[in-house]
C-alpha cells in the first residue's frame, strides 16, 4: 500500500520519510495517476480542514477513490461538533484528571503531534485523544472549572506549528508512518487490512488461540494485512477494510458497537449487525423459524401472563432460556414446578419475553456450519459428561465442562439434517452461521442458529485442515472485492 503525505505547499513538509512519497494537494486532487491508484493511504496535511476548501477535498475525493485518508472527513466534522466533545470529555474523564493534576493554571493547551507531545507525562492522554480524532496534528484546549474539561480540539495547520517543535516532528512522524500498519516496506504486498477482534480473558472464545493463528496465517498468504484487535480498539476500525469478529457476540455488548460501526464505514464484517441482531435474540428466531416452517421443538414465548401455561404446554421437565443466551449459557432445566416457578421468576425479571421449549434429550447435537449459504463443515457434538447439555459450567472438572467433538464428512450426514440447516441459516443472511440441530425419529430440529460458531484447531478443522480458514478468508476477500467494484457489502 503506498503511502502519500500531501500538502499545501511542499515547503511545508520538506522532510524525506523512507517509503512515503510527498505530494502538494492540487497534484492529487487534478494528476488521473492518482486518480488511479488502487490502494494507497493519505496522510493529509493540509493547513485547513474547513469544508470545500482543498484539504477538505483531499480527504473527500481520497474516500471517493478508494483510499484510507487520515483524518477522514468524518473525523474533519468530528472535529467541529461540541456534543462529540462533550462525549469524549465523559468517557476519558479519569485519564483527563490524571493527567492534568497538579497545574497551576485555568487554561491548558495540548499539542498533540502524531499521537505524541513533547511531555512523556501527557503519552495516555495524548494517545486517548488522537484514537478518537486521528488527525497528524492536533491541539486540545482544556479549561478547569471544578474540574478539567475539554473545551475543543482542533487541526494544526502544519505552517503554524512553533519552529522549537518542528524539530520533533520528523522523528514523530517517522515512527508514525514506520508503525507496521503503515509500513510500506513491511506490507508492500499486502493489498488489503483484516482486524480480527478478540478477548485474550474469555473463558470459552469462538476460536481457540491455534485457530486464531491460523486465520492470521490464511489471510496473509492471501494479500493481507492481519492484526488481532480488542474492544480497546474501537476508533480505529476506519483503518481497515474488514473485520472478523472472533470473540462471543451480543447485542448489548461492544462486539454489536464493533459490528455496526465497521458496517456503517464500509467494512466488510462477519459477524455483520444484522445477523448478530438475528441470530442471539432467540424470540426472534423462534417467531421466524415457526413461520417459515422450520422443524423445531415444540417451543413457546412466554411472559408473565402466559407463564402459568408452561407446564401444559410444553410439559416437564422443560427447557427455558434467555433471549440472548449462548454457549448453554442462560439456558436452564425445569424439573418440576418448584424449580419451574423459581427460574420463571428468574428469566422474567430480567426479560419480558423469554423461550421456552420442551425437553428433546439426545446423545448429541449436530453442528452444519453454513457460510455464504453453503455448508461448510459438519459436527457432532456430545453432552458434557453427566450433564444434558454440551457445555456444563458447573463441572467439578474442567475437563468435564464440555463434551467431544466430532467432524463428519458430508457424505455422513443425513439429507433431512442438511437440508433443515440450510433452510434456517439461509434465513438470516449469506454469512457464517453454525446450526444446531436435533435428530429425532429420522428427523431434524432446529434448536437456534449461532452468528459466531465454533472454528477450534483441534475439532472443526480436523477434516478440512488450514482450508477451513483459507475458505472464511476467501469469502471475506472476495466481499471486498465485490464492495469495492461498486456491489454490496453483504
Given at each position: 500500500?503506498?503511502?502519500?503525505?500531501v500538502?499545501?505547499?511542499p515547503?511545508?513538509?520538506?522532510?524525506?520519510?523512507?517509503?512515503?512519497?510527498?505530494?502538494?494537494?492540487?497534484?492529487?486532487?487534478?494528476?488521473?495517476?492518482?486518480?488511479?491508484?488502487?490502494?494507497?493511504?493519505?496522510?493529509?496535511l493540509?493547513?485547513?480542514?474547513?469544508?470545500?476548501?482543498?484539504g477538505y477535498?483531499?480527504?473527500?475525493?481520497?474516500?471517493?477513490?478508494?483510499?484510507?485518508?487520515?483524518?477522514?472527513?468524518?473525523?474533519?466534522?468530528?472535529?467541529?461538533?461540541?456534543?462529540?466533545v462533550?462525549?469524549i470529555t465523559?468517557?476519558?474523564?479519569?485519564?483527563?484528571?490524571?493527567?492534568?493534576?497538579?497545574?497551576?493554571?485555568?487554561?491548558?493547551?495540548?499539542?498533540?503531534?502524531?499521537?505524541?507531545?513533547?511531555?512523556?507525562?501527557?503519552?495516555?492522554?495524548?494517545?486517548?485523544?488522537?484514537?478518537?480524532?486521528?488527525?497528524?496534528?492536533l491541539?486540545?484546549?482544556?479549561?478547569?472549572?471544578?474540574?478539567w474539561?475539554?473545551?475543543?480540539?482542533?487541526?494544526?495547520?502544519?505552517?503554524?506549528?512553533?519552529?522549537?517543535?518542528?524539530?520533533?516532528?520528523?522523528?514523530?512522524?517517522?515512527?508514525?508512518?514506520?508503525?507496521?500498519r503503515?509500513?510500506?516496506?513491511?506490507?508492500?504486498?499486502?493489498?488489503?487490512?483484516?482486524a480480527?477482534?478478540?478477548?485474550?480473558?474469555e473463558k470459552?472464545?469462538?476460536s481457540?488461540?491455534?485457530?486464531?493463528?491460523?486465520f492470521?496465517?490464511?489471510?496473509?498468504?492471501?494479500?493481507?494485512?492481519?492484526?488481532?484487535?480488542?474492544?480497546?480498539?474501537?476508533?480505529?476500525?476506519?483503518?481497515?477494510?474488514?473485520?472478523?469478529?472472533?470473540?462471543?457476540?451480543?447485542?448489548?455488548?461492544?462486539?454489536?458497537?464493533?459490528?455496526?460501526?465497521?458496517?456503517?464505514?464500509?467494512?466488510?464484517?462477519?459477524?455483520?449487525?444484522?445477523?448478530?441482531?438475528?441470530c442471539?435474540?432467540?424470540?426472534?428466531?423462534?417467531?421466524?423459524?415457526?413461520?417459515?416452517?422450520?422443524?423445531?421443538?415444540?417451543?413457546?414465548?412466554?411472559h408473565?401472563?402466559?407463564?402459568?401455561?408452561?407446564?401444559?404446554?410444553?410439559?416437564?421437565?422443560?427447557?427455558?432460556?434467555?433471549?440472548?443466551?449462548?454457549?448453554?449459557?442462560?439456558?436452564v432445566?425445569?424439573?418440576?414446578?418448584?424449580?419451574?416457578?423459581?427460574?420463571?421468576?428468574?428469566?422474567?425479571?430480567?426479560?419480558?419475553?423469554?423461550?421456552?421449549?420442551?425437553?428433546?434429550?439426545?446423545?448429541?447435537?449436530?453442528?452444519?456450519?453454513?457460510?455464504?449459504?453453503?455448508?461448510?463443515?459438519?459436527?457432532k457434538?456430545?453432552?458434557?459428561?453427566?450433564?444434558?447439555?454440551?457445555?456444563?459450567?458447573?463441572?467439578?472438572?474442567?475437563q468435564?465442562?464440555?463434551?467431544?467433538?466430532?467432524?463428519?464428512?458430508?457424505?455422513?450426514?443425513?439429507?433431512?439434517?442438511?437440508?433443515t440447516?440450510?433452510?434456517?441459516?439461509?434465513l438470516?443472511?449469506?454469512?457464517?452461521?453454525?446450526?444446531?440441530l436435533?435428530?429425532i425419529?429420522?428427523?431434524?430440529?432446529?434448536?437456534?442458529?449461532n452468528?459466531?460458531?465454533?472454528i477450534?484447531?483441534?475439532?472443526?478443522?480436523r477434516?478440512?485442515?488450514?482450508?477451513?480458514?483459507?475458505?472464511?478468508?476467501?469469502?471475506?476477500?472476495?466481499?471486498?472485492?465485490?464492495?469495492?467494484?461498486?456491489?454490496?457489502?453483504?
Open positions: 500500500m503506498r503511502k502519500i503525505v500538502v499545501d505547499y515547503k511545508d513538509w520538506d522532510e524525506a520519510i523512507e517509503d512515503t512519497e510527498i505530494v502538494d494537494a492540487q497534484t492529487y486532487l487534478t494528476d488521473t495517476a492518482y486518480t488511479d491508484i488502487r490502494n494507497a493511504r493519505i496522510f493529509n493540509c493547513r485547513s480542514y474547513r469544508y470545500q476548501s482543498a477535498y483531499v480527504s473527500l475525493l481520497s474516500e471517493a477513490r478508494g483510499h484510507k485518508p487520515i483524518p477522514s472527513v468524518t473525523t474533519m466534522q468530528d472535529l467541529k461538533s461540541p456534543t462529540i462533550r462525549a465523559v468517557e476519558i474523564e479519569d485519564l483527563i484528571q490524571k493527567s492534568l493534576q497538579g497545574l497551576r493554571s485555568k487554561t491548558f493547551t495540548l499539542s498533540i503531534y502524531f499521537g505524541q507531545n513533547l511531555a512523556k507525562k501527557y503519552e495516555k492522554l495524548c494517545k486517548a485523544l488522537h484514537d478518537h480524532f486521528q488527525a497528524p496534528l491541539k486540545a484546549q482544556f479549561i478547569l472549572k471544578d474540574h474539561v475539554l473545551q475543543s480540539i482542533s487541526q494544526v495547520p502544519i505552517n503554524e506549528v512553533p519552529d522549537h517543535h518542528r524539530k520533533y516532528l520528523k522523528n514523530y512522524a517517522k515512527s508514525y508512518f514506520a508503525r507496521h503503515f509500513s510500506g516496506a513491511r506490507i508492500s504486498r499486502k493489498v488489503y487490512d483484516l480480527i477482534l478478540v478477548d485474550p480473558h470459552a472464545p469462538p481457540n488461540d491455534k485457530a486464531i493463528q491460523h492470521v496465517e490464511a489471510a496473509e498468504s492471501m494479500g493481507f494485512y492481519t492484526e488481532l484487535i480488542t474492544k480497546e480498539d474501537y476508533r480505529r476500525l476506519p483503518e481497515f477494510d474488514a473485520l472478523f469478529i472472533r470473540e462471543t457476540t451480543a447485542v448489548n455488548h461492544h462486539t454489536y458497537r464493533f459490528a455496526r460501526k465497521a458496517y456503517a464505514d464500509g467494512l466488510v464484517v462477519i459477524d455483520d449487525p444484522v445477523s448478530i441482531l438475528r442471539t435474540n432467540k424470540v426472534y428466531l423462534a417467531e421466524l423459524l415457526g413461520k417459515a416452517k422450520v422443524p423445531i421443538p415444540k417451543t413457546m414465548i412466554i408473565k401472563d402466559n407463564r402459568h401455561l408452561v407446564e401444559e404446554e410444553l410439559g416437564l421437565p422443560c427447557v427455558l432460556k434467555k433471549p440472548d443466551s449462548s454457549f448453554s449459557q442462560g439456558v432445566k425445569a424439573k418440576d414446578k418448584e424449580s419451574l416457578k423459581m427460574e420463571l421468576d428468574a428469566l422474567l425479571d430480567d426479560s419480558e419475553l423469554i423461550i421456552g421449549q420442551e425437553y428433546t434429550p439426545t446423545d448429541f447435537d449436530w453442528r452444519i456450519s453454513v457460510l455464504d449459504k453453503q455448508p461448510l463443515y459438519a459436527c457434538y456430545y453432552m458434557a459428561k453427566g450433564h444434558w447439555q454440551i457445555y456444563n459450567w458447573n463441572g467439578k472438572r474442567k468435564d465442562e464440555e463434551g467431544d467433538g466430532e467432524v463428519v464428512p458430508f457424505e455422513d450426514v443425513p439429507f433431512h439434517v442438511l437440508h440447516a440450510l433452510k434456517a441459516a439461509n438470516i443472511g449469506n454469512g457464517l452461521y453454525g446450526v444446531d436435533k435428530e425419529d429420522g428427523k431434524a430440529y432446529v434448536i437456534e442458529v452468528d459466531n460458531p465454533s477450534d484447531a483441534g475439532v472443526e478443522d477434516i478440512l485442515k488450514k482450508e477451513l480458514y483459507s475458505s472464511i478468508i476467501k469469502s471475506i476477500k472476495q466481499r471486498i472485492d465485490n464492495y469495492k467494484n461498486g456491489r454490496n457489502h453483504d
